[in-house]
């Protein structure tokens, strides 16, 4: 009888642990995706160079362009017709001019 109820306390216990414990909850680390298209304009375009903007330099325009930022650092790419992505990547080394800081370069290596 003493083994019978302890089972059945030990069963009992697991049970109403499992139905009563809290749901696990994903912990939000920081990074958010989101589509951006509306910061970028073409080179060509009239409001391009009022410092506001962004200037994309790619064959796809500035459609499909979106950013990853991750505790204050982001992250740029654009989707092609076939949904490959491809980096929109500032310039480096060095640079020049008041709007280097709002220049992005396609690259065409997928990722």
Same mark, same amino acid.
């Given at each position: 009888?003493?083994?019978?109820?302890?089972?059945?306390?030990?069963?009992?216990?697991?049970?109403?642990?499992?139905?009563?414990?809290?749901? *696990? *909850? +994903? /912990?939000?680390?920081?990074?958010?995706?989101?589509?951006?298209?509306? =910061?970028?304009?073409?080179?060509? *375009?009239?409001?391009?160079?009022?410092?506001?903007?962004?200037?994309?330099?790619?064959? $796809?325009?500035?459609?499909?362009?979106?950013?990853?930022?991750?505790?204050?650092?982001? +992250?740029?790419? =654009?989707?092609?017709? /076939?949904?490959?992505?491809? +980096?929109?990547?500032?310039?480096?080394? $060095?640079?020049?001019?008041?709007?280097?800081? /709002?220049?992005? $370069?396609?690259?065409? +290596?997928?990722?």
């Amino acid at each position: 009888m003493n083994r019978t109820m302890l089972v059945a306390a030990c069963a009992l216990a697991v049970g109403l642990g499992t139905v009563l414990a809290p749901n *696990a *909850a +994903a /912990q939000d680390i920081g990074l958010r995706e989101y589509p951006c298209s509306d =910061q970028f304009r073409v080179p060509w *375009a009239l409001d391009a160079w009022n410092g506001i903007n962004k200037v994309a330099f790619s064959p $796809f325009g500035s459609d499909n362009i979106h950013c990853v930022s991750f505790h204050g650092m982001t +992250a740029i790419y =654009q989707l092609d017709p /076939q949904g490959r992505k491809h +980096a929109l990547n500032p310039p480096s080394a $060095f640079s020049i001019g008041a709007f280097a800081r /709002q220049l992005y $370069f396609w690259d065409s +290596a997928t990722y």
